[in-house]
């Protein structure tokens, strides 16, 4: 008998062949010092089965599309946004895709943020936590982050390294603990610029659940609890986090249906997937139904065109 796949994967990622090509002429070849993981449409596809994965939100992960040419951003991001479309339409049951946007250009990124919603009808928007050494709570996003908050725009922010000379020389690779730092960096960059108050109608989702913003809430507001509750407005993928500390800390703070599943795959091995995914049901299992929200109901709730197919 075969088991329905129910799950929905919000932190999902693609690489595009155009993308690894366009990245290896300006010679980049690795993330973090880690050479790009094997991908294509079949590989997800073929995960997504085995883990019973319904769904998955696509995107482009770090180092992202911005290496200081701005024609060559446009470019790189109208050919990823165009992927995304195209893989959706081969698949529209399986895939949505969250565009991503040419910053840290800002007209040129409205313009693109207009094509990827309501030509190619992507989902939502992609961010990096910082572009250029600037965070994205900086005053110079505002203009964007108005058109974000018009269109009631579902934001995945995902962790990029600081700039290198702000990274330290240790001898592992740097996302290990840079990721999670510079998540929390840009959220308390977003919260003290007064992003999240201005711009309500925003639904920020942050990878690796918040990062260290969670564990650290009452020092980033030191215990102002107006901005303590600016957290439980926000949404955590649980992608490298579902373990019990990770959701001890992160459900002090928030309720549970502000926590999604994430998988980062290709970057996180398959077996770490599988090791998280038994992490949320050990956490859930005195309450089945937070687990299926944790999997799947919570995204529904941002993505509710996705319901009438899983």
Same mark, same amino acid.
């Given at each position: ?11 999902? @990622? ?28 079949? @590989? ?9 994965? =319904? ?23 109208? #050919? ?34 207009? *094509?990827?919603?309501?030509? #190619? ?64 960096? =840009?959220? =308390? ?18 990878? @690796? ?5 969670? *564990?650290? =809430? ?39 249906? @502000? ?23 050990? *956490? ?27």
């Amino acid at each position: 008998m075969t088991i329905k796949s129910h799950r929905f994967d919000i932190h999902h @990622h693609i690489l595009p062949p155009e993308y690894l090509s366009s990245l290896a002429r300006i010679g980049i070849t690795t993330v973090t010092n880690v050479s790009f993981p094997k991908w294509d449409p079949e @590989h997800s596809l073929e995960f997504m089965d085995r883990q019973r994965i =319904a769904t998955a939100i696509t995107s482009i992960s770090s180092p992202g599309i911005y290496f200081g040419d701005e024609k060559f951003t446009k470019n790189l991001a109208r #050919l990823c946004n165009e992927y995304s479309a195209n893989l959706i339409s081969n698949y529209p049951k399986r895939f949505g895709g969250f565009a991503i946007l040419p910053l840290p250009d800002i007209e040129a990124s409205l313009l693109e943020l207009e *094509y990827a919603l309501d030509i #190619l009808e992507l989902n939502g928007v992609v961010m990096l936590t910082n572009f250029n050494g600037k965070y994205i709570g900086d005053p110079e996003f505002e203009k964007l982050f108005s058109e974000l908050n018009q269109r009631n725009t579902v934001v995945f922010i995902h962790p990029d390294i600081p700039p290198e000379e702000k990274l330290p020389n240790l001898n592992f690779p740097s996302a290990i603990l840079e990721f999670v730092f510079d998540t929390t960096r =840009a959220i =308390a960059n977003l919260m003290h610029n007064g992003i999240f108050k201005k711009y309500p109608n925003i639904k920020f989702i942050f990878a @690796h659940a918040g990062g260290t913003a969670p *564990y650290i =809430a009452w020092r980033i507001t030191f215990g102002n609890k107006k901005l303590i509750n600016q957290f439980k407005n926000l949404y955590y993928g649980t992608a490298l986090s579902a373990t019990m500390n990770v959701f001890r800390s992160l459900m002090e703070l928030v309720d549970h249906s @502000h926590i999604l599943f994430g998988s980062d795959f290709p970057f996180v091995h398959e077996i770490v997937v599988k090791d998280m995914i038994q992490e949320i049901v050990n *956490y859930s299992k005195v309450d089945k139904q937070k687990c299926l929200d944790i999997e799947q109901k919570n995204a529904l709730s941002l993505f509710p065109q996705f319901k009438s197919i899983i």
